[in-house]
């Protein structure tokens, strides 16, 4: 372990167990919980493991040096809980559709960019994942920040815990080229030495998993990137196809036209980094594109993949689609939707400032 600045003591539980409440006079406080974190039998997480998870992770971001995060998280225990996530996000669609009851509050929270301890915050200003509140992130988990590996590892435990109340949506960031450029590659590197390659592959593997977007309440479509183009047109009379359609790269045509729901639900997005070329464009649509105010789709020269989308787009797609609204959310804010059968009504509060270094 490494030495570090003076903390705060930790507080006891309710019931005061495993807790330590004093600090030693020269070095940093003792963990807050018993480490290594051990797997619960059976995989059977509860609130108090994820919780517990959380405040370890608090610890260590402070008084653990970065190479002596196996010692905290083993790799054994990284592995179950990289499984499991793994599994439900793969099963889940393209496009989840977020059921909100007329009780229960939505909070949606955008990149955080490996900043743990503003996840710690929000969780904490916000109330954590509950019966009646939902939270969908909306990708951009790693990269620029410093503890991007322990960001995504405590919301994929949230994921494991509550499936039907944490949802995870893909962010540009969650790719292959953009980790191995951005920092979150190194990052592992340097945290699990000879054992980081591992580690790297299977959170691309749980990247791949990621849902694209997602429609909340019926109401809001949600996605990182935003709208996405039509890449299928109906045949000529001359054509024949079971299905009566084709499909169509940007280069079989100069117009561009908005995809439907349907296509982005038969995109496939189980690929590290999206294509900017070829037929599977949606995926890379989804996550890198951006409003303009100019009207129409365009490609997005300044990025190199994905599309610019004007306010006709926008409202042509949520009319086709009976949406009353869409959101994307590229900077660290969280929105709290307060839902019922008719109506949302949003907050907005800002987390720090958005951090552009590299971990």
């Known amino acids: 372990m490494a030495s570090s600045s003076t903390g705060s003591p930790c507080n006891n539980d309710e019931d005061g167990e495993n807790i330590i409440t004093q600090s030693t006079s020269s070095g940093p406080p003792p963990p807050p919980f018993e480490i290594p974190i051990k797997w619960p039998p059976q995989g059977a997480l509860s609130i108090e493991w994820v ?11 402070r008084h653990v040096a970065p190479s002596e995060l196996p010692s905290v998280l083993p790799v054994s225990v990284f592995d179950s809980l990289a499984m499991s996530a793994s599994k439900i996000l793969h099963r889940e669609p393209n496009c989840l559709e977020i059921d909100v009851d007329s009780n229960c509050s939505v909070v949606v929270v955008g990149d955080v960019h490996g900043q743990l301890h503003d ?14 509140r939902l939270f969908v992130f909306n ?3 790693v990269d620029r920040g410093a503890w991007g590996l322990e960001t ?9 815990l509550l499936p039907h ?16 450029f951005y920092g979150f590659e190194q990052e592992v590197m340097a945290k699990y030495g000879d054992q980081g390659k591992h580690i790297y592959r299977k959170c691309l593997g749980c990247f791949e998993g ?8 019926g109401c809001v479509y949600t996605a990182h990137g935003g709208l996405f183009r039509n890449t299928e047109s109906p045949l000529s009379k001359r054509s024949k196809g079971k299905k009566g359609r084709r499909l169509v ?11 439907s729901l349907g296509e982005l639900a038969r995109a496939r997005r189980v690929v590290l980094d999206p294509p900017w070329e070829g ?21 997005n020269k300044e990025r190199g993949i994905g599309l610019l989308w004007g306010p006709d787009c926008t409202e042509e797609f949520l009319n086709k689609n009976h949406l009353k609204g869409l959101n994307k959310v590229p900077i660290s804010t969280w929105w709290d939707f307060q839902c019922n059968c008719h109506h949302l009504l949003p907050f907005l509060l800002r987390t720090t400032v958005y951090c552009w270094r590299c971990s």
């Open 51 to 61: 919780e517990s998870l959380a405040a370890v992770f608090d610890w260590s971001s």
């Open 119 to 132: 996840v710690l915050n929000l969780l904490q200003t916000a109330g954590p994942p509950s019966p009646s």
């Open 139 to 141: 990708g951009d988990y």
């Open 152 to 160: 995504f590892l405590l919301l994929l435990a949230w994921k494991v």
């Open 165 to 180: 109340r944490v949802f995870l949506l893909r962010g540009n960031h969650e790719s292959k080229f953009c980790t191995a």
């Open 210 to 217: 990621l849902p694209l977007a997602s429609i909340i309440a």
């Open 249 to 259: 790269s940007c280069s079989d045509s100069k117009v561009l036209r908005l995809g």
């Open 279 to 299: 037929l599977n464009l949606i995926p890379g649509d989804v996550l890198w594109s951006d409003p303009s105010t100019h009207p129409g789709l365009s490609p």
